[in-house]
């Protein structure tokens, strides 16, 4: 291929999302809901040939691009992907256009802003998972938090100036951090190449301080316990666009960053450290589900619910054998579809009632049956229910903790119980039953928009449960040698 | 792909599609087209299942992967399956019952607005259970394993506006996950040590681990193979419902009683007896797990035999033996003696199914009415389902030459002989068991079937408390409550009867038939395995055996027979004669009545600590931990001092020149003094 994938996917939305801004005003919302979807195929499309070309033999870095940018610093406008970063970016393009169908007719007011905030952001995340530079990756990474920032702030909910500002400063925080360690690298390597930092031995002593310094801006953004607490706040605060953006992608970024950065520039760090990372881990699967289990509000509970499911990412990352860690990615792509659709299925619900407490609701299949069924299918994915998306990654992570340690696996376990068990009883006390009020009463099943968006999440996701050969066709050598890299000391 | 090769795909798959079309579309077919395109799936996999069955008599065995599910690191996941003798009664098993529930529910939903929707679900849970057994791998086995589970709880849920069956299949999940939670560590044992889930691989490696040891606990030192069985049976608990893990199977009795008879009586719960046998090899190896299993299904077998007396609800009185019973197979794994286990599997899901349908048939016939205290004497009105239950009843009791005495007193025989701790308490349990399973058996046909005919009398005790539980929501139904004061219950249709009919006859006549080859031929050679040094029961009994007549007539002179004798006249003269009786003791004795109204406390118990006990501890950690200390100090506690921070620091800027200057020549001159120094 000669052509520069990776840049267009990069550019593709970022031009798209420009496009549609340039349409003004609402009175023009029409043109920019087309203009938008258009815009959106065309960079998930764009996307595509990342798969279809893509060397499942080679763990490197492929569709590498690289021009010169800011000389004086050796600062490069390098791109590259690798088995792991290709899911994450198929994932983000298509995530957009679900979003961009999501908000149609939802969105009466700032139609263009809104849509373009969101190619915008689908554009800088893959910025994010496709470079390769330091500095670069770096300004993608605090770029998409502008966007973020704006969705929440401005079709947020109305608390959301309290949720914006905590989003904001714990996430930007967590950041300065990771620069400072880019620029002590820089200081050893005079690069701010990825590719050199893999080969800069480090002493121990360095090493831990910047595997510290990147955990407090990765671990904000998975989010681990205990620096999680934005979380629930920004969904409760987002329109539902950005809760699935949030979820499906946002999240990723830290747990993709831990694998890109943290852990292979510190590999003795991320060794010594591990079983901080996996307790840390642990914690958030069994007392974020124990606190997702008494939620009253659909999003934070699902928020909790996104927290738990993010602790067997880490959870796989730090026990270093390839079943976690290709669990753990798995995890990672199947928690795209299943918190998008759950968080879509909120919306839908959010739009006719204008409420997520569960206790508004009751009995919502009577008047919902096609959208019960729907979100039933999604629970038990939720719930890790086998021939789902979001059991291969619980199982395949479950089996590798055991392999670590028995008590890791028991741990995780719990998942398959407390998952249930919070999923399960929200949907029982949603849907199941008589009807619960006059406005349940009264609520209209799915139109054909959000069947369609529904349809194909529910697709994948079963797909995905039969067959995930796919995921973790590509991303097996990259794994292989990245437990490789973990397992050879730096130390100087 | 050779012929059989399709054979075996298409067996899961017609009923898969079937459900699928019928799920999807249903709405948009006709009603007959939904049970038509179901039966036809279930229909078809049945004989092809019997095409399998003759074929394995030959000899064959089939293990092949299907497709590979996922590979990591060296470790691959496949789907494909495992056709042996094992697997192929268990597919004639479900696909029978499966194809006669099918038909039944014909009859029995005729006015349910959700009829597509349940013929949809009961053919995949006929696909998710075939995958469970045709397995040649722990994955898949897992798969099948919760998919059942899933339709499980979608069926119960079924009259999802009743607030009882909602919360009983909530219940029935998460039970099944706490088996589930042991399963599936117990399933990444077997990954871990024997490095591989496939079924042939896994048991050709164990033996090399007959002696290792884990330590999980530091400092103790436990058998590998031990672990792993009590993991794994752990899941067979939940599934199979043995105690303490029983606790969802009598909730589960609100889903439509087809259900009952085909997933929570014949099939479903079989699956952690079918699963046990099918490791036989793993078992074997450690006899703390065989007495752990045997002392389990004995507690079972007995203990809630016993609540089946009490009950009022026909439904469950079925339940609670069909609890009863897995026990039997339960203690009957635990002897070593896996085929007798999996034959009584086969024999009850016959005499099992046949009682839950006729147990219907009789609830249709009374208006949906499920009292027995408001039966009686319906023998005259429903023929059919008179004789058929009769017919069930003398099987599932051990009455000789019917199917459930060859494979009952099998087990008493095996556990009698087997010498593993524990033994002696079993032999104990399934002894007395007989007794109660009689009296229950029997005070039930005698209420329903004999005697007055209560129905007419009936109106105090239709909403007593014991069963509010069960009785209270059937007004939701499409159906009115029982019968009005004139009306008299009439025989189900054909689609109803013809189905007890066919049920009635492998209750009848499989165990003479069946128990020669299947015990003491060679028909599960090279499936199950048995240690028959360590564990030689199967062997002793073999030498006891001279042919199923001789067996029939021996059991005359023996103590399950007279026990059995004794628990049916006794119900008889407790219902029939003198319904004083046990009125009386049920006054004299009432500690004991409440402890076993209250079913041993163990719902209570589950309700307060475990379920009561999550969401204290989730609302303490929310309120305490998030609120509290991480939001309240750490979050906005930072803000706040920041806040406080720069409210002193602000002062600095006063806007004052001449603070300003000076704050200048101060600095200037501290400057100026540090470098001097040097």
Known sequence: MDWPILSLSIWVPIFAGVLVLCTGGDQNARLARWLALFGS?????????LYTHFNMMDG?????????????????????????????????????????????????????????????????MIGVFAALDAILYYMFWEAMLIPMFLVIGIWGGPNRVYATIKFFLYTFIGSLLMLVAFIYLYHQSNSFELVDYYQLPLSFKAQILIFLAFFMAFAVKVPMWPVHTWLPDAHVEAPTGGSVVLAAIALKLGGYSFLRFAMPIAPDAAHYLSGFMITLSLIAVVYIALVALVQKDMKKLIAYSSISHMGFVTLGFFIFNPLGMEGAIVQMISHGFVSSAMFLSVGVLYDRMHSRQIADYGGVVNTMPTFAAFAVL??????????????????????????????????????????????????????YGEIGNAHVAALKDLNRREFFILSVLAVLVIGFGVYPHPITEMTHATVNNLLAHLAQSKLL | MTDMQTIYLLIPLLPLVAATIVGLFGRMLPRAA???????????????????FNDVLQGRVFNGTVYTWLTSGDTSFEVGFLIDRLTAVMMLVVTFVSLMVHVYTIGYMAEDPGYSRFFSYISLFTFSMLML???????????????????????????????????ANLKAFLVN?????????????????????????????????????????????????????ILLFIGAMGKSAQVPLHVWLPDSMEGPTPISALIHAATMVTAGIFMVARMSPLFEMSTTALSTVMVIGAITALFMGFLGIIQNDIKRVVAYSTLSQLGYMTVALGASAYSVAIFHLMTHAFFKALLFLAAGSVIMGMHHDQDIR??????????????????????????????????KDSIIEAVKLSHIPGSGFAYFAVLAGVFVTAFYSFRMYFLVFHGKERWMEKTAHAHDHHDAHADDDHDHDEHHHGLGPHDKPHESPWVVTLPLIALAIPSLVIGYIAIGPMLYGHFFDGVIFVDTEAHPVMHELAHHFHGAGAMALHALTSLPFIFALAGVVLSWFFYMKRPDIPAAI????????????????????????????????????????????????????TARLIGRISGIIRHLQSGLIYHYAFAMIIGVFLLLSLFMKV
Request: glycine fraction near 12%; charge should be neutral.
């Open chain 1, 41 to 49: 195929i065309a960079a998930f499309l764009v996307t595509l040939p």
């Open chain 1, 60 to 124: 490197g870095f492929q569709f590498q691009e690289g021009h010169r940018w800011i000389t004086s610093f050796n600062i490069n406008y390098h791109l590259g992907v690798d088995g792991l970063a290709v899911p994450l970016i198929i994932l983000t393009s298509f995530t957009t256009v679900i979003v961009v169908i999501a908000g149609w007719e939802v969105i009466e007011k700032r139609v263009a802003q809104y849509m373009a905030a969101f190619l915008i952001m689908s554009g800088l």
């Open chain 1, 378 to 431: 999604f629970g038990m994915a939720n719930a890790g229910l086998p021939g789902t998306s979001g059991f291969v990654g619980e199982f395949m992570v479950i089996l590798g903790a055991l392999q670590a340690n028995f008590w890791f696996a028991f741990l995780a376990s719990t998942t398959l119980i407390l998952g249930a068990a919070y999923t399960l009883w929200m949907v029982k006390r949603v849907f």
């Open chain 2, 34 to 52: 939904a049970h038509w395109l179901t039966i036809a799936g279930v229909a078809g996999a049945f004989a092809l299942s019997v095409v399998v």
């Open chain 2, 133 to 167: 057994v045709m397995s040649n791998n722990f994955m898949q086995l897992f798969f099948g394993w919760e998919a059942v589970g899933l339709v499980s709880y979608l069926l119960i849920g079924f009259w999802y506006t009743r607030p009882t069956a909602i919360y």
């Open chain 2, 177 to 229: 996950r706490v088996g589930d939670f042991g399963f599936l560590l117990g399933i990444a044992m077997v990954l871990y040590f024997f490095g591989s889930l496939d079924y042939a691989a896994v048991f050709s490696i164990a033996p090399q681990f007959a002696d290792a040891t884990v330590s999980i606990i530091p400092n103790t030192e436990w058998s590998l193979l031990t672990v792993i069985c």
């Open chain 2, 374 to 407: 408001n039966m009686g004497g319906l023998r005259k009105y429903m023929k059919i389902t008179w004789i058929t239950s009769l017919i069930g009843s003398l099987a599932l009791i051990g009455t000789p030459l019917l199917s459930g005495f060859y494979s």
């Open chain 2, 586 to 637: 049920q006054k004299r004795c009432g500690w004991l009545y409440r402890l076993m109204e209250n079913k041993y406390g163990f719902d209570t118990f589950n309700e307060k600590v475990f379920a009561g006990g999550s969401r204290f501890l989730g609302g303490k950690l929310w309120g305490i931990g998030d609120v509290k200390l991480i939001d309240g100090y750490l979050v906005n506690g």
